[in-house]
């Protein structure tokens, strides 16, 4: 049985096959209806409000994570990222016949090991949903170049091992000097803005 968490992040594995035509909405809506009484959780969501659309949406996720996916599909991945718009998203919710415009901590999710599948992977955009990213994960990925981090993350030292590293970007400071490690590599670091950064910037702005 696969954890809430492994379940989230195997929507960003249908989400690549969605957008990619390896696999239409009607035959995930299909299997989910081959497992789930999708009537009952419309029905559900319509008579509970927002605990009943939570219940309706888990239920539906956790049997879209049973939906097989094959290497040679994981291998063509060169993408792992997460948005509220997301097609797997707008197709969940138009299912359960439920819309919070995909703006929900439902489909949150970290880094798992299923992440190690996509080998061909170049880009790991740990923001929105897809957080708390255990960065040792990534260091099995020879192809990936570029890695955001959001607001989580963990062994962030573990960066100086992915290989074809060359970009990293964070939402909250990393440590000093694994920033100077990463840049003496030869990677671009993009750190947010140092407390009274952002008002020098405007001021700049207001003198233009």
Not at 9 to 38: I, K, P, Q, S, Y
Not at 68 to 93: H, K
Not at 144 to 168: D, F, I
Request: glycine share 6%; hydrophobic share 40%; aromatic share 6%.
């Amino acid at each position: 049985m696969r954890t809430p968490d492994e379940q989230n992040f195997h929507l960003l594995f249908l989400d690549h096959l969605l957008r990619e035509g390896r696999v239409t909405t009607d035959a995930l809506a299909a299997f989910v209806g081959e497992a789930v009484d999708l009537e009952a959780l419309r029905e559900q969501a319509r008579a509970e409000g927002i605990p009943g659309e939570k219940q309706a949406a888990r239920a539906v996720v956790a049997r879209l994570s049973e939906y097989p996916v094959r290497d040679e599909d994981l291998a063509s991945i060169d993408l792992l990222a997460s948005d509220g718009g997301d097609d797997i998203y707008m197709f969940l919710e138009a299912l359960v016949d439920i819309d919070t415009g995909g703006e929900e901590d439902w489909y949150d999710t970290s880094g798992v090991p299923d992440i190690r599948r996509c080998v061909n992977v170049t880009r790991v955009l740990a923001d929105n949903y897809f957080q708390g990213l255990d960065c040792t994960l990534l260091t099995g990925l020879p192809a990936v170049t570029e890695v955001a981090l959001g607001m989580r993350w963990s062994n962030a030292e573990a960066l100086l091992a992915v290989p074809a590293l060359r970009k990293v970007s964070a939402r909250l400071p990393l440590p000093p000097q694994l920033v100077a490690d990463l840049r003496a590599r030869g990677v671009e670091v993009k750190l947010p803005p140092e407390p009274g950064d952002e008002d020098e910037d405007e001021d700049e702005d207001e003198d233009d």
